[in-house]
């Protein structure tokens, strides 16, 4: 049964022809991008069952965890889902990204293999750390900010993971490289370049990654005798914000493979897109700053030029993918006379296959949720409404849960089909699944945006409605916390159904023949007019709704700010 | 076709661009500079900036600070009374030293704070007002000197939120705000 997963009808060289996207793919390559994924999906039900534990703690009506338990847990749901849910799949995506699309052998298979291992013996051994902190060690949640100090096996986990990942990712280096030399004067298509993009964000992550933790281990083991926590937080902040840096420009290049391959869009301009990539390369790195505004030891002209000036470079580059990629769509269906009306390209849209609609909402609620918000917590003075409350959690739910992972789940029930090339079991319901998650999860996330700003509900408690020695609590937010409660089980429970689909589908489904369900893509061709003259209005007037939500919210925290005493 | 999966045909950087792609990225670039501005204009005109000095200090040398405080204010039933307008607060796990604190509507006070063990956080609101709130970051090393005037009377609670252990969620203290 195993066996039979990796199999695919590979000629002599080793390399099948895809019938969706024409790729040819190297065996070795599908294999470890299988390998990556299954993997990452392993990670993903970790991270989901301590999510159930995370949520009937802080909803207080069940209030499940004792504190200790409850942060040790907390800081399980953070590693799995935050780093080895999306590393894993992030991997995988380069060797699409690479290889793949590129139609070359996997370089360097043995390296792969390598950074496997120690990738997957670094999560067993930060997961059995985590389940197993206890005094004088402390949970890390995500962030182990020092001097608290957290089990020495966590420190040294984290290091080899980030060192498997960078091995992991070398054999994608290679790819781009032999085709470089190769064929000097071809540029690499889109999707090759946004995963090159990636791989370099995601080495200056790692590299930040490592300049924390060695040091830090250092000093928990007794080598070091201080550690410095302003020193800590900017270090730390180049991998912890790094590493979500990668989830942005991942999922983005997984955006524009996705809605082509399954919805027909083109590429508007090839010009506009790979420089907004470039922009990310060089600006997005910033970000990291917006974790620090509410810090002491930094200057505000420091705070100000890092989150604004030069962060904004990266926020120009979301907002020009928030057009190019729906733009892509709309030009690519009004090309074949798919939908003429102002929508029409959209409502024709495959939204019945559970990988169109996941892509299409996470664009959706990760522009309005996930972006908008990171812009406002990343404004100096706004950050101090923002920082440390549930609504940053909110945020990067939004980013991270309704952007990522909501692609990545499309991802796999592609990969399920094209790769492992089997029917999706439960079609009815792997239909409804994006609606269903995305739906309840949306609600979960602006529920904890809401509980931040306006109840100040602070994130990483185990109990806010009884806070031990004082009369005061936060009992005025308790019917916010219902809805948020029910949401959030709903939630899960479409995460537990996208579990039991892929599983269940790898293991029970039929044989199938991927060009059955998804449009070949050399079908995808169209009057043959140059795609930047297609109207794109519809994806015009979706911009500027969001511009004008963006606003209104802009002037709403600001609103809110102006109401404190003064500070400053 | 314009495929993101095969690489692009001819050259692709003098391709056409679609008016109302360029037109929204010229909106965009309008609306990243406006963002810019607002916070410029905002640490000149507002009233919120979490702009102060920063000092080194050794928790030894800032725990005498909050004592001397303590000391020289008037103690009373509702807290600490100070002498001038220096106030000294300072969290440890798991609990906060320095308050509560009584203050006087309208004055400006120069509050001094700091950590004596990990890194805690300092997130203020009125009790009759949770949706007027706002946090700090605290960090054991570093004494950090923010002003601050409080117009409406009330009881400030504050609470810790940044996880500094199992106790965390118990750490409290309050700013009385009196006319
Ligand atoms: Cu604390």
Known sequence: MIKELFTNDYGPDGFRTCSVTGMRIDRTAENFVKVFGLTAVVALVVGGISAILVVLTRWEVVGLLGPADFYNWLSVHAWNLLIFWMVFMEVAILYVGGPMVLGRKLPAPKLAMVGYVLMLGAAIGINWA??????????????SYAPLPSSEWFYLGAIVFI??????????????????????????PLVAFGAFITAIIAVEALLGGLITYIPTYMWRIGLLEHIDAAWYRQMYWI??????????????TVWYFLTHVVGGAEVVSEKVSRSAFILYLFFINMGAAHHLMADPALAASWKVWNTSYAAYGAVLASMIHAFAIPAGLEAGRRKRGAGKSLFGWLWSSPWSNPVFSAVIFSIILFGFMGGITGVLMGQMQLNLAWHNTWATVGHFHATVVLGTTMTFMGLVFFVIQTMFRKELIMAPLAKIQPWFYSGFMALTTLMMM?????????????????????DFNFAAAEPLFVVFGIAALLAIAGGILFALISVGSLLFGNRLDPSTVFRPTHSWQGDGSPVHLQSMRGTFAFTLIFLAVFVIAYVLNWYLLSRLWEIG | MSSPIHSPQGNWWIAGVSVLEKTWIRISVVWCLLLFASMIVWASYGKQNQAGPTYRVSTTEFMQKVQAFKKAGTQTEDGIIPADEHIYVAAARFSFDGFPVVLQAGKQYQVHMSSYDVQHGLSVRPEH?????????????YEWVLPMKFDEPGVYHVVCNEFCGVGHRTMHGSFIVRR
């Open chain 1, 130 to 143: 985590l389940m197993t902190t206890s005094a004088p060690d402390h949970a890390p949640v995500l962030t």
């Open chain 1, 163 to 188: 060192l498997g990942t960078v091995i992991a990712a070398l054999p994608f280096f290679a790819a781009i490289w032999q085709e470089k030399v190769e064929n000097p004067n071809r540029s690499l």
């Open chain 1, 239 to 252: 991998v912890g914000h790094g590493s979500q840096q990668i989830n942005l420009a991942a999922m983005i």
């Open chain 1, 450 to 470: 809401y509980l931040g700003i306006l109840y100040g509900i602070p994130r990483r408690h185990a109990s806010v409605m009884n806070i031990p020695g004082t």
């Open chain 2, 129 to 141: 007002a949770l949706s007027k709130q706002m946090s700090l970051q605290l960090l054991p090393g």
